[in-house]
C-alpha cells in the first residue's frame, strides 16, 4: 500500500510507502491522526498549509461486505476545528485496489488554475488541466469526464459551490453506476478542495491490488458469516433495501423528535407525505428505483433513484436527512420539491442539511414563508449564480442568521444539526455539542439514552468513540449487524494480530484523542461544546420541554482524554 503525494503549489507528485506509524490506520483514523500530525492548528483552512486527505477505509477493498466508506479529511472551513467527512460511492473501493491508502494534497495551485488529478488502472497519478470544467455543475462535469477518461472511474468532484469556496460546499463522490449523487457534504471540504484548484479527482476502478490479507482463509470465512448476519437482521436485510432510511422519518416525527419549521415543533403535519411508505410509493408507481446500490461492496442497497411524472431520473437517493432539512424543517411537504432540492444540492456541490437549515433560518426571520417550495429552489438555485444571498445560504446558517440578525441559528461549531431535536433526544445533544467534528449524528448516535447528565455523557462518550473506530475500518453504519465479533475477526485475520473490543476501543480512543487535541490548538475549547441557547431557552413543542441539563455540565465529557492531552505538555 502507499501514498499518493500531491503538491497544487509546484504540481509535483510522489509516491511513498505507508509510514510504520500509520501501517494500521485507514479511513477517519488515517486522516485525523495525519492532520492532527501535520496541520498547523491555527492556519488559514483554505491556505496552502492546510492539507486534503482522501483515504478509504482500512477493510475496503477486501472481499468483506459494506466496507465501501471513504473519509476526506481537513481542517474545515466551517468548524475551525477538525474535519473528516465521510461518503459512500466507489472512490474507497477504487483505491483500494489500486494499492492506494490515501492521497494527500497540499499547497495551492496558482490562482484561476484549475486541475483535474487523474489515476489510472496503473496507480500513475498525473494533473489534467481544468480551466475548461470552470463553473460546471457535477452532473454535466462526470459526464464530460466519462467521455475524456471512460466510464470505467470513480469521481469525486466539487461544483461551483466548492470553486467559490463557500463553507457548505461538498464533495461529491459517484455511486457504482456513474451518478455524482453520494456527498462528503459535513464540514465545508469542497471549498478546501476548491481553494486548492482541484476540481475532480478521477479514479480507475480497474485496479486489481486487494490490499493484504494475513489470513486470507479465516477473512473468507468470517467474511460470509458477517453478510449472512446482515441479510437476515430485520433493519438491514429488510426495511432498508425496501424503504432506504426515509424509513426513519415517520417514527422521528411520531415521537415528536423532527425538528420542523426550524425546530419550532417536534413534528411536522404533513410528514405522512414526505416519509418512507409516500416515498416508495411515489417511486414505485412512476417506475423508479426503490432499491438502489450506491456504494460498492453493498448487499443492503438503501439507496433509491428518485423520478419525475415521465419516468426520467431526479434524485438518487432521498435520503431521511434530506427529507427532513428540505421538508419538514422548511415547512415543505412535496417531495417533487424536495428532490429537486436534492439534486440541484448535489449538481452546485452543497450540503444538504446545512443548506436546508440555512433556509429554514431564512424562513424563520421572514426572508421567505415557511412551505414555499418555489422560493426555496430559487434561493438555492442562486447559489450558483453567486447572488449575495446565494452565497450566504452557501455560507450555511450561521451565514443567514448574521445578515438578517436573526438568533435562533441551531447550530455548533457552525454545523447545523441532524434531523434529531435534542429536546427529544437529549444523549444527541450531547454528541452534537461535544463531539469535535460539530453538530453531527454520525458522529456518535445515542438514539433514546435518557437518565441523568452522567450517564448521557457515557453514552455519547462510548458512541463515538466507537464511531471513530467505525469510519477507520470503513464500515457502513448499518452494516453493524453483521456483529462486532465477526468484525473482529476479519480485522485481526487481515492484521495477522489479534483484535477485540479492547483494542478496537483503544484504536476509536486514539482517534477521538487526535481530533480533540488539534480542536483545543486551534482555539475550540470546551466553551465551544454547546448548544444554542433556544434549545435551552424554549420548549419543544408538542411533548418535550428544554434539554435537561445546562450548558456547562456537557463540558466533563471528554475530560479524561482532555487531562491526558494536558499531562504530555
Not at 468532484?157 to 457534504?185: F, H, N
Not at 446482515?230 to 415521537?255: F, M
Not at 460539530?438 to 439514552?449: I, S, W
Amino acid at each position: 500500500m502507499k501514498f499518493i503525494h500531491v503538491n497544487m503549489t509546484s504540481g509535483a507528485i510522489a509516491e511513498t510507502p505507508v509510514p510504520e506509524k500509520y501501517q494500521v490506520l485507514g479511513g477517519r483514523g488515517l486522516t485525523s491522526i495525519m492532520i492532527n500530525d501535520r496541520v498547523p492548528a491555527g492556519c488559514d483552512p483554505l491556505g496552502e498549509d492546510n492539507l486534503l486527505i482522501f483515504a478509504p477505509g482500512y477493510l475496503s477493498g477486501t472481499p468483506l461486505v459494506n466496507t465501501g466508506r471513504l473519509s476526506i479529511g481537513a481542517k474545515s472551513p466551517l468548524t475551525g476545528g477538525i474535519k473528516e467527512s465521510n461518503v459512500g460511492g466507489a472512490m474507497a473501493s477504487a483505491l483500494a485496489r489500486l494499492g492506494i491508502r490515501a492521497i494527500i494534497i497540499e499547497g495551492k495551485a496558482p490562482e484561476d488554475a484549475w486541475h483535474h488529478l487523474v489515476i489510472d488502472r496503473a496507480g500513475s497519478a498525473s494533473l489534467v488541466d481544468a480551466r475548461d470544467c470552470h463553473r460546471m455543475g457535477n452532473y454535466a462535469l462526470v459526464e464530460r469526464l466519462q467521455k475524456d477518461f471512460g466510464e470505467k472511474n470513480a469521481i469525486s468532484s466539487i461544483g461551483p459551490a466548492g470553486e467559490m469556496c463557500l463553507k457548505s460546499a461538498s464533495i461529491q463522490t459517484t455511486s457504482p453506476d456513474g451518478i455524482p449523487s453520494r456527498a462528503a457534504a459535513r464540514g465545508g471540504l469542497g471549498a478546501v478542495m476548491g481553494a486548492k484548484g482541484l476540481k475532480a479527482l478521477v479514479v480507475s476502478k480497474q485496479g486489481r491490488l486487494a490490499p493484504p490479507i494475513a489470513d486470507a482463509e479465516g477473512f473468507k470465512a468470517v467474511s460470509k458469516r458477517f453478510a449472512a448476519a446482515i441479510k437476515r437482521d430485520g433493519w438491514s436485510g429488510r426495511v432498508l433495501p425496501e424503504y432506504g432510511t426515509a424509513s426513519i422519518l415517520a417514527n422521528t416525527d411520531a415521537s415528536g423528535a423532527l425538528p420542523t419549521r426550524n425546530a419550532r415543533q417536534g413534528s411536522f403535519e404533513g410528514a405522512d407525505r414526505i416519509n418512507g411508505d409516500a416515498v416508495a410509493h411515489t417511486i414505485r408507481q412512476r417506475g423508479g428505483q426503490t432499491t438502489h446500490k450506491g456504494c460498492s461492496q453493498c448487499i443492503i442497497n438503501c439507496s433509491n433513484v428518485y423520478v419525475d411524472t415521465a419516468g426520467n431520473p431526479v434524485t438518487a437517493a432521498l435520503e431521511y436527512e434530506t427529507l427532513w432539512s428540505m421538508g419538514a424543517m422548511t415547512g415543505i411537504d412535496d417531495l417533487d420539491a424536495i428532490a429537486r432540492l436534492d439534486f440541484l444540492c448535489d449538481d452546485i456541490g452543497l450540503d444538504t442539511m446545512n443548506t436546508g437549515v440555512a433556509l429554514a433560518v431564512a424562513m424563520d426571520a421572514g426572508a421567505i414563508q415557511f412551505g414555499d417550495a418555489p422560493a426555496a429552489i430559487d434561493m438555492v438555485a442562486s447559489v450558483a449564480q453567486g447572488t449575495p444571498m446565494g452565497r450566504r445560504i452557501g455560507n450555511g446558517p450561521e451565514a443567514v442568521g448574521h445578515h438578517l440578525n436573526h438568533s435562533r441559528v441551531p447550530t455548533i461549531k457552525g454545523q447545523s444539526i441532524a434531523g434529531y431535536d435534542p429536546r427529544a433526544m437529549p444523549g444527541m445533544g450531547v454528541t452534537y455539542a461535544t463531539s469535535p467534528m460539530g453538530g453531527d449524528h454520525t458522529a456518535g448516535f445515542v438514539g433514546g439514552a435518557s437518565g441523568s447528565t452522567d450517564v448521557l455523557r457515557n453514552a455519547s462518550q462510548s458512541a463515538q468513540v466507537h464511531m471513530a473506530a467505525t469510519d477507520s475500518m470503513g464500515l457502513c453504519m448499518f452494516a453493524q449487524s453483521g456483529g462486532m465479533d465477526n468484525l473482529f475477526r476479519a480485522i485481526g485475520a487481515m492484521m495477522g494480530a489479534p483484535f477485540d473490543a479492547k483494542t478496537w476501543q483503544q484504536l476509536g480512543t486514539r482517534i477521538l484523542t487526535a481530533e480533540i487535541d488539534f480542536n483545543r490548538r486551534a482555539g475550540l475549547t470546551e466553551e465551544a461544546d454547546r448548544l444554542p441557547k433556544m434549545f435551552h431557552t424554549e420548549a419543544l413543542s408538542p411533548h418535550y420541554g428544554t434539554v435537561p441539563y445546562p450548558e456547562k455540565d456537557l463540558h466533563g465529557t471528554f475530560a479524561a482524554l482532555r487531562q491526558r492531552l494536558e499531562a504530555k505538555e
